[in-house]
């Protein structure tokens, strides 16, 4: 017999939280050629996968990260950007695109299908087009390189196969969903993400220094680029631990890089940086950057549990920038942590209106009014998650949940049975299977009955 769960433990909140960005994808084994190379490699996912692969996770991951960012002048600026420098590439069939997130940590990042994303975190870091052009062709070199695809094929064979279910299994019980919500806004890079190796880290940025320097830029896009991220790492900066966790730094990076500059690439240092081109780019996002940082300092804090501190930090960040969707969103996550859910509703429908058409404001909208027992507003907030970003399960389990607490039987069967399909251990996978069994619609071995 399944073990009867109930909802209004902190585990239930903790695993809402956890799941909001998580899922997983099977794997074929294969031979391939390293495009960079040319020489022979094992690995087990073909171009073709990468890209599916790539289709699958990284919308997953944007929304995770708070969408695109709504400065659209912005967002081709960098597409344009980056779409120059993988025409130039060794894989320019890929069919890469580039965008800024809303993020606030300081990252970039790359599926293996070219779906490249630098946060507006780290942009507000850079100094000039050529860093920013070192940065996203250093992501273009893990595609090329195809290091995603090397980092799994390397993997432990037996876990390729893993779903979902696994991936719930693994988290620990009993713990308080207010740490997970602390990092959230990192979780997905961690969860669904490739974390490279120091291998890794050289070649793509032998690349991406490469590719800059086939655009027109001077390679002191990336010697200002990796001085920066030196800098970084050394003073251990909360919102740049996720960067180093996947793209490991050390100072040999900027030596090589150094060094490069002054030998193969000696000619190309007179080429320009573009300073002004790339400030007059990103002028709306440095208009906010006081309430930027305000709002990295919060996340710090959120992320220890000093909710007090990261209200009061996100509300002063709110105070500069009203309509931001990351400051709005990030409230909602700290009234949640808090089980005040009243509050996080009013944070998140604020976020809803700033930008609609972005998915986590639906999300955590029906999450709270699931907790203040207003079922039928909350199916359709997860029907709206849905159809901006289909494939969450627990988006199923909360639509069933609903349903069940509206008395609509069948209609809550339906979307349990749905989340059985996917998830296989854990507080919802226990609720959704001892309903089934309980109405007669599956036995206890768990074979459908009607």
């Not at 495009?35 to 094992?42: E, I, L, Q, W, Y």
């Not at 490739?194 to 070649?203: G, I, K, L, Q, V």
Request: some cysteine; proline content about 4%; charged content about 20%.
């Amino acid at each position: 017999m399944q073990p009867q769960v109930t909802l209004e433990t902190p585990l239930s909140r903790r695993r809402f939280l956890t799941l909001a960005s998580l899922s997983a994808a099977g794997f074929v084994i294969g031979c391939a050629v390293d495009p960079v190379t040319g020489a022979k490699t094992f690995n087990i996912v073909s171009e073709a996968q990468e890209i599916a692969i790539d289709k699958q996770h990284s919308p997953k991951q944007f929304s995770n990260d708070y969408g695109p960012v709504q400065d659209a002048q912005l967002n081709r600026y960098v597409d344009q950007v980056g779409r120059s420098m993988g025409q130039k590439s060794h894989r320019p069939r890929i069919p890469y695109s580039f965008r800024v997130v809303n993020a606030n940590y300081i990252n970039a990042y790359a599926f293996p299908g070219g779906s490249i994303a630098a946060t507006r975190g780290i942009l507000l870091k850079l100094d000039n087009e050529a860093q920013l052009a070192a940065l996203l062709g250093h992501e273009l070199g893990h595609v090329n390189a195809r290091h995603s695809a090397e980092s799994r094929s390397k993997g432990q064979l037996a876990q390729l196969g893993v779903g979902l279910g696994a991936v719930l299994a693994g988290t620990q019980l009993g713990q308080q969903g207010a740490q997970v919500v602390g990092q959230l806004g990192m979780l997905g890079a961690s969860a669904l993400l490739a974390s490279y190796s120091r291998a890794n880290e050289r070649e793509a940025d032998a690349l991406g220094m490469e590719y800059s320097v086939q655009n027109g830029y001077s390679p002191m896009g990336m010697v200002g680029l990796m001085e920066m991220l030196n800098s970084l790492h050394n003073g251990k900066s909360s919102a740049s631990r996720t960067l180093f966790s996947t793209h490991p730094m050390s100072i040999e990076r900027l030596r090589t890089a150094q060094n490069q500059a002054g030998g193969q690439y000696r000619s190309a240092q007179s080429l320009p940086l573009h300073r002004n081109r790339y400030m007059d780019r990103i002028a709306r996002l440095r208009k906010i950057r006081p309430a930027v940082e305000k709002m990295q300092k919060a996340e710090g804090a959120l992320a220890k549990k000093r909710f007090d501190e990261a209200e009061k930090g996100l509300l002063a960040a709110l105070r500069q920038v009203p309509d931001d969707y990351t400051g709005l969103m990030l409230l909602a996550k700290c009234n949640v942590a808090q089980k005040d859910f009243g509050q996080a509703l009013k944070y998140a429908e604020k976020a809803r209106k700033v930008y609609p058409e972005e998915a986590q404001s639906h999300l955590f909208a029906g999450y709270s009014r699931i907790k203040l027992e207003k079922f039928d507003r909350a199916y359709h907030d997860f029907q709206a998650y849905d159809k901006r970003l289909p494939g969450n399960p627990v988006s199923n389990f909360f639509k069933g949940y609903a349903m069940e607490n509206m008395g609509r039987r069948d209609l809550s069967a339906n979307h349990y049975y749905s989340f059985l399909k996917v998830v296989n251990k854990g507080d919802m996978y226990n609720h959704s299977f001892n309903r089934l069994v309980q109405w007669g619609y599956i036995d206890k071995n768990g074979r459908r009955l009607r």
